[in-house]
């Protein structure tokens, strides 16, 4: 048996050491290690050897399946070298050639508008708020001053998580959130998106974006609304738009405005964008109800302020020139590419 071991030892190192290829050396591997190669049958037959042999045989066995494996694992590794060393050899990889070009987005026509308009407000002192899109009705509407039976409250306009939970139909409901929160001086924008129960068409959407201001301290007056309002119309829409008032209502405010600017495509001479009004319709502002002050904390005889809201999409729409509202929400790369 140890002849034959030795046998095996001699005629597998020659081979190990004579191949060339490495599917020749796995070969091998099998025929001598593999689980029917030649060392394990030996092994197998240990049973006709003598107690007093057997552990002789049976280191010899292990000292040769060693040295085997440490013969292959050289062998393997100088095939590998070679091999690395033939591909550097051959191939040629021209570090020159342009590369593929990387495809970059754009930043969203809506996020763009957002980012200008909180630009604007940031450079006039303002920090911008957040709140949340599910929103508890108390403050959607009743710290707004907006009473159970107000038609904004209807399920036609509103969409109801539950009886009291809402997703918010209006930024406004941050001015709230912000009013319990800090105490004046109070100067915030807040853009997010608002949801309402509206079908689809060229210019509505269940979900559309907003964004709300508010400003509360001592002495605050409509002339600082005006003529805050005034200064982001002009630098949001060109130095020379022009903004008018229009009394209104909201429940919020007292008084309540609405405002236009002039149609900055046709300075007011009427065009296709302004629907040959000459004015565009920009946003709902008023002065703080006092109600809303003290239903979050703040006394209204030593606080005054003012807030206004306008639609994103509208300012994207008119901007851009984009006429059908869907188009925002469509997310064709061949449309928004074009911003
Ligand atoms: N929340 C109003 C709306 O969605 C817009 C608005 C009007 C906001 C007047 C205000 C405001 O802050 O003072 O129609």
């Not at 004579?18 to 025929?31: D, M, P, R, S, T």
């Not at 911008?128 to 108390?138: L, N, Q």
């Not at 630098?235 to 209104?248: A, D, M, Q, V, W």
């Amino acid at each position: 048996m140890k002849e034959e071991i030795i046998k095996i030892k001699e005629n597998s190192i020659k081979e190990i050491k004579e191949c060339k290829k490495e599917k020749e050396l796995n070969e091998l591997k099998i025929k001598y290690l593999g689980k029917k190669g030649e060392l394990t049958v030996v092994l197998r037959g240990m049973g006709k050897v003598s107690p007093e042999e057997r552990p002789i045989i049976g280191s010899l066995v292990n000292e040769v399946r060693d040295e085997l494996e440490t013969l292959i694992q050289e062998k393997e590794k100088e095939f590998k070298k070679k091999e690395l060393q033939e591909k550097l050899e051959t191939e040629n990889i021209d570090i020159t050639e342009p590369s593929k070009k990387i495809k970059l987005g754009s930043l969203h026509p809506i996020t763009q508008i957002i980012h200008e308009v909180e630009e604007i407000f940031l450079g006039m002192g303002y920090e911008i708020a957040d709140g949340p899109e599910v929103e508890k009705s108390i403050y959607n509407f009743d710290k707004l001053n907006t009473p159970p039976d107000h038609p904004a409250r209807d399920l036609q306009d509103t969409f109801y998580i539950t009886e009291d939970i809402v997703l918010r139909s209006q930024t406004s409901p941050v001015q709230a959130r912000v009013m319990e929160k800090q105490k004046p001086p109070i100067k915030i924008i807040c853009p997010g998106a608002v949801y309402r129960s509206d079908s689809v068409d060229a210019t509505h959407s269940p979900v559309f974006h907003q964004i709300e201001g508010l400003v509360v301290d001592k002495n605050i007056a409509m002339t600082d609304l005006k003529g805050t309002l005034e200064m982001f119309a002009k630098k949001c829409l060109g130095e020379n738009t022009k903004i008018r008032f229009r009394p209104h209502h909201f429940p919020f405010t007292e008084p309540s405005a609405e405002a236009d600017v002039s149609c900055f495509v046709c300075g007011g001479k009427g065009c296709r964008v302004c629907k040959g009004e000459g004015w565009i319709e920009l946003l709902g502002c008023g002065m703080v109800h006092p109600s809303v002050l003290k239903n979050c904390g703040i006394n209204p005889e030593e606080y005054s302020g003012f807030a206004f809201g306008f639609g994103v999409e509208r300012i994207a729409m008119a901007k851009f020139g984009i006429e059908d509202m869907r188009l925002l929400y469509e997310n064709d790369v061949r449309f928004l590419k074009q911003f």
